[in-house]
């Protein structure tokens, strides 16, 4: 559904990403894991069109979109949450789900005229999407509540709200469970699995709690120093030397 071609990125001499190539096949929960600075957020960065690779290709359903914008790709189905909170803190949970949806801020000049006119419709299409998400992620209480006043589980579920809201056929999960609870981390596992199963959506997992890894996906990819270190089932990961070493630090 989703794949990169031989990724290099890089930043002045270092080597973000050295020669990546992942696929995401439709359906799944995939892992990524890798210690810190592995690559794991350029990686997703490359894939959503924030950075422009020195080198490599990325696909989406058949298509090379390697020359498109993170706004494009978002149309096609390419929805991410992120691993620094980008929610507006004064804002509410419900318009901060509903802004990810607001056409204004992507697009045409031609085509934000045409918004201005259907704003109307906008608003009643982006209230539907947008409840049908806090229904999913029974985030109901906290509709009206400004998001800046809300636990950090609570945003991180927003966060994901707000991809899901945009529709997609893949979303792009940037630790979304880093400094959480364990009950708040449960809460965004089943989330994760719900999401999954109800909305057949494919997920991406950027995660460093192995166990939740292990719970949660059904393949994995390690990455270490920009590359790839190993794919495959969790189980296979957490045996293989390579990975022991470079994650687990044996
Ligand atoms: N915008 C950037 N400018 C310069 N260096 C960056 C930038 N983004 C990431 N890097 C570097 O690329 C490497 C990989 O970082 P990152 O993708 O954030 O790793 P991870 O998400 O696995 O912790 C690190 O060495 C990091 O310092
Ligand atoms: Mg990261």
Not at 4 to 29: M, P, Q, Y
Not at 41 to 61: E, H
Request: aromatic share 6%.
């Amino acid at each position: 559904m989703l794949w990169t071609e031989n990724i290099t990125l890089r930043f002045g001499g270092v080597t973000a990403l050295d020669n990546v190539s992942v696929e995401v096949r439709r359906g799944e929960i995939l892992g990524i894991i890798g210690p810190n600075g592995a690559g794991k957020t350029s990686l997703l960065n490359v894939i959503t069109g924030v950075y422009k690779p020195q080198r490599g290709r990325v696909y989406f359903k058949g298509r090379d979109i390697t020359g498109l914008k993170p706004h494009q790709r978002i149309t096609l189905g390419l929805s991410r949450t992120f691993q620094h909170s980008e929610l507006f803190h004064s804002m509410t949970v419900l318009e901060n789900i509903m802004v990810r949806l607001h056409p204004w801020t992507r697009g045409s000049i031609l085509e934000k005229a045409l918004w201005a006119f259907r704003a109307k419709r906008w608003e009643v299409e982006a209230r539907e999407r947008a409840e049908h998400v806090i229904d999913l992620l029974d985030l109901h209480e906290h509709r009206h509540s400004p998001i800046g006043a809300l636990p950090p589980g609570i945003q991180k579920k927003v966060d994901l709200a707000g991809a899901l809201a945009q529709n997609p056929e893949v979303v792009l999960m940037d630790e979304p469970m880093a400094g959480l609870s364990k009950e708040e981390k449960e809460d965004i596992v089943r989330a994760i699995i719900e999401t999954s199963e109800t909305m057949h959506t494919t997920m991406v997992l950027i995660e460093h709690d192995m166990e939740v890894v292990t719970d949660v996906c059904d393949r994995v990819v390690v990455m270490d120093y920009g590359k790839v270190i190993f794919e495959g089932p969790p189980h296979e990961a957490v045996a293989d030397e390579r990975v022991r070493k470079a994650y687990l630090g044996e």
